[in-house]
């Protein structure tokens, strides 16, 4: 792939920390209403769209 420039690299760790999932905290605090990570994603079923 060669190097990262600085966007891309950027980019890359936002998706990687978004990556988790929820707290269970804030699970409890919101009685429920939150169960998932809508933004939680598998290497394999979805891909990143980054073009920088």
Do not use: C, F
């Not at 600085?6 to 269970?24: A, D, F, H």
């Not at 905290?25 to 920088?52: C, E, P, S």
Request: hydrophobic share 30%; no cysteine.
């Amino acid at each position: 792939m060669g190097k990262k420039s600085q966007l891309k690299k950027s980019m890359l760790g936002k998706k990687l920390k978004e990556n988790g999932r929820i707290p269970v905290l804030a699970i409890l605090k919101t009685h429920r209403r939150i169960q998932y990570n809508k933004n939680q994603r598998d290497w394999r079923r979805r891909k990143l769209r980054i073009k920088a």
